[in-house]
């Protein structure tokens, strides 16, 4: 790209930055269901948000435990964020992972890919099992 070029082009694009709002952990519902599909009462479900590039994990992590028809539900978190954009990785962009626990029907974690509902089955695996950060990641530690 010729030098007058970029010039008019960092020009119309001040400090290369922009601010805006971003969802750093979406609106979503958890259902927790047994291997017989009832529903689990007090199973305590943790999301963690993770920013990428970087891996970095955001804290609080968010916390909720299911009612009586097994859901746990969880409101949207935005931050006020500036991102460059003429830098490699300047764009701040989140992933999200889960864990589920309850003392009797076991442990499950995994990535949340549908960011409005997650449908979670505990099969008595892992029983005793809790849901730990380790490092970044959220992890079962097993009995």
């Known amino acids: 790209m010729p030098r007058r070029e970029l ?6 694009t001040p400090g290369g930055c922009t601010t805006e709002d971003v969802t750093v952990l979406p609106a979503v519902e958890v259902h927790v269901r047994t291997a017989a599909g009832e529903a ?3 199973a305590r479900v943790l999301i963690q948000a993770e920013q990428q590039p970087y891996g970095t994990p955001l804290d609080p992590l968010a916390i909720a435990v299911t009612d009586h028809e097994g859901t746990a539900r969880f409101e949207a978190l935005s931050e006020r964020v500036t991102q460059q954009l ?3 990785h300047g764009v701040t962009a989140y992933s999200h992972e889960y864990c589920v626990e309850h003392p009797l029907h076991g442990v499950d974690a995994g990535r949340l890919d549908r960011h409005d509902a997650l449908d979670v089955v505990l099969a008595g695996k892992d029983r005793g099992g809790v849901c730990i950060r380790e490092g970044s990641r959220l992890q079962i530690d097993r009995p």
């Open 7 to 12: 010039a008019w082009l960092l020009a119309l």
């Open 40 to 42: 689990v009462a007090g």
């Open 86 to 88: 003429w830098l490699m």
